[in-house]
């Protein structure tokens, strides 16, 4: 079963707009990274944060982690159609090798 | 483009038979990874493997087998298949195979259609 649980489970939101994506976890982590797939497609690497870190940036994202109350969020501004994807936080647990457990996915529609 | 290529693309099958999907890691990477994608399962790690040993093992059935061989590309075998073997499965590389982490590249998936 998924360690992860994301919410919205779906996000529509306007192009120009932020969008915002919550994960939770149960487990302590060594990292947590964030994914996006396109339609049944591959995932892409979007962005890691590691246990000790509290917020990263990357381009238009920005992740924050709370390892007290087990959560990440991503954050992307100024959204563009191209978003419009299945984004996907997956943990790396402690001891746990380097395996990652996916959460459930957000799906993004950014219209135009 | 990740570098990690998957065979076949689709793949069409009946129950009971038995299919091996590839996978060719990013030039350099030691770590393989198996993921299985379905409707009501999501995104589950199957197993894994490191410069060609099992290093850990997730919910994968006993009718799944896979291998990592010498020049690191790696096989998943499913056998007896049923129904609900129907997802899409994902390979993934990444240059280590310890707890350190680190992010994975993941090929283009195989599809695999029992019916």
């Known amino acids: 079963s998924q360690q992860g649980e994301e919410d919205p489970q779906a996000l529509s939101i306007q192009e120009g707009e932020n969008a915002t994506m919550n994960c939770s976890y149960k487990?302590?982590?060594?990292?947590l990274q964030w994914y996006r797939q396109n339609s049944g497609r591959g995932l892409v690497h979007l962005i890691l944060i590691r246990s000790n870190e509290r917020e990263k940036h990357s381009g238009r994202l920005r992740v924050t982690l709370d390892t007290s109350k087990k959560s990440s969020s991503l954050l992307i501004t100024a959204s563009r159609a191209a978003d419009t994807a299945s984004y996907f936080c997956a943990t790396d647990a402690k001891g746990g090798g380097n395996k990652l457990t996916f959460g459930t996915g957000t799906q993004l529609k950014v219209e135009l | 483009d990740s570098g990690v290529t998957q065979t076949p693309k689709h793949l069409i099958t009946a129950t009971g038979q038995r299919v091996t999907l590839r996978c060719s890691p990013r030039s350099g990477d030691l770590s393989v990874y198996w993921y299985q994608q379905s409707l009501d399962q999501g995104l589950q790690f199957l197993i894994q493997y490191y410069n060609g040993e099992e290093r850990a093992k997730g919910n994968i059935l006993e009718r799944f087998s896979a291998q990592q061989f010498p020049d690191l590309h790696s096989e998943l075998n499913l056998s007896s298949l049923e129904l609900g073997d129907s997802a899409l499965y994902f390979c993934?590389?990444?240059?280590?195979?310890?707890?350190?982490?680190?992010?994975?590249?993941f090929g283009p998936g195989t599809r695999l259609t029992v019916t």
């Open positions: 487990t302590s982590i060594n990292n």
């Open positions: 993934a590389s990444s240059p280590s195979g310890t707890s350190a982490g680190g992010e994975q590249y």
